[in-house]
């Protein structure tokens, strides 16, 4: 089965996500909370609608939003990512959280 979406399209997405939540609230935001943005989002709206659209087993759009965060986060814990020296992350009950990396 071939991918409905590419890493390419979506994490930059995901990463301007991260950034605007961050100027926002000023912490952490939890993967989960990426995900809903990422359905608000007008431009990672489009790229769920795009992957559901291509989907043979349909999953739901939070599914497919949490599975693009859950691949993004992935990617960064074994090193294979761009975005690995842009943010910090850490757990929060269990779920990994992120921000900006806070120049020093």
Known sequence: ??????????FPVIARII????????DYISAQEIAENLLRDSEGQRLVDAAHTEQEEKQSLQWLASNMVSWFSQRITIGESEWTSAF?????????????????
């Open 1 to 10: 089965m071939e991918p409905t979406w590419k890493h390419a399209d979506v």
């Open 88 to 104: 910090e992350r850490i757990k929060r009950n269990g779920v990994w959280a992120y921000r900006p990396r806070i120049s020093t």
């Open 19 to 26: 950034e605007e939540a961050h100027r926002q609230n000023h």
